[in-house]
């Protein structure tokens, strides 16, 4: 009778075993990516986070200890933080609008067939594939009025005096940054619009042309519909990356003259690496992540609204 409720046994729970190995076989075969990526991005993550609670500063040996929201404190009556918020926003709107608006304009252009259009193609890309760091310093030789032919350009042209330093003078500096940041990332708007616009079935525009619909008619319509989704990821993601992105000022102006193009991602650089206080820069750095997050989290709800009402 034991040895029958053994081996009953044993049935019974052979299926589970066995169906507890099936459903835990794909996150073996993922548990090597997954600790990767945990061990890649979540461990710094929370080290950053922690941080902003500590006081860490490279050449002081007795730091290192829990102030908790001292760093906060100290922030919200940061007068250069707030400047440098501001600046953010002018940055990040500027250099979205102008690349998504130059880079919808070139993936139109694009879209149609014409002699060498593969060859333009790859010479519109290109300064996507230009490191950041020596785009910087070219646009800050092209701005400068002894080596550069930019100031002189302007002068002819009546934008400006006298052919200056756009780049030292406090009312236009951060027109520098942003001019070279429009030419290094219009190409990532123009391959993933011009990608998208070749999705859209050409049987569409060839029934609305027999209807009498003109471009803007169509365009409306056809074109601008099928983009929607591809423009709100792309705007998304570009907003959060230039809002990150301190190189090009960081190169090409330092955050200078006089903070005028100081924003929050070189701010956090000038604390980390030239003021060496780690703790206040994680601090400043968490306030950009949370400010970024719930942009994201408003995009998304926005067009998941958008989305339901179709």
């Known amino acids: 009778m034991s040895l029958t409720g053994t081996i009953n046994g044993n049935r019974t729970s052979t299926p589970f075993v066995k169906r507890l190995a099936d459903a835990s076989e794909p996150y073996l075969y993922s548990a090597p990516a997954l600790i990767l990526i945990i061990g890649v991005m979540m461990v710094p993550l929370v080290v950053g986070i922690s941080y902003a609670f500590r006081d860490i500063q490279l050449l002081n040996p007795f730091s290192g200890g829990f102030i908790g ?24 709107g500027a250099s979205v609008f102008l690349q998504f608006f130059l880079g919808l ?14 060859l333009v193609q790859a010479l519109v890309f290109l300064p996507w594939a230009v490191p950041s760091f020596l785009a910087g310093l070219n646009w800050a030789w092209l701005f400068n009025p002894v080596i550069g032919p930019l100031p002189h350009w302007f002068f ?59 471009w803007f008619q169509r365009f409306f319509s056809i074109t601008l519909p099928f983009l929607a989704p591809t423009i709100a990821i792309t705007v998304l993601l570009r907003t959060v990356w230039i809002s990150n992105f301190a190189d090009l000022i960081v190169v090409m102006t330092g955050g200078g003259p006089a903070d005028r193009t100081q924003i929050v991602a070189s701010y956090i650089f000038t604390q980390a690496f030239k003021r060496l206080d780690f703790g ?10 949370v400010l970024l997050l719930a942009y994201s989290m408003l995009i998304i709800l926005l067009r998941q609204s958008l989305l339901s009402k179709d």
């Open 156 to 214: 002819a042209m009546g934008l400006m005096d006298q052919p200056g330093n756009l780049l030292s003078d406090p009312r236009l500096a951060m027109w520098g940054p942003i001019i070279a940041n429009v030419w290094w990332g219009i190409p990532f708007f123009a391959i993933t619009l011009l990608a998208a616009l070749q999705s859209i079935p050409r049987d569409l525009y060839e029934a609305a042309s027999i209807d009498g619909a003109s």
């Open 280 to 289: 206040y820069a994680s601090a400043i750095a968490l306030v950009l992540l």
């Open 69 to 92: 929201l001292d760093h906060f404190r100290a922030l919200s009556e940061d007068a250069a933080f707030y400047r440098a918020l501001k600046n953010t926003l002018w940055w990040t």
């Open 105 to 118: 304009i070139l993936a139109l252009l694009l879209d149609k067939p014409f002699w060498g259009r593969g």
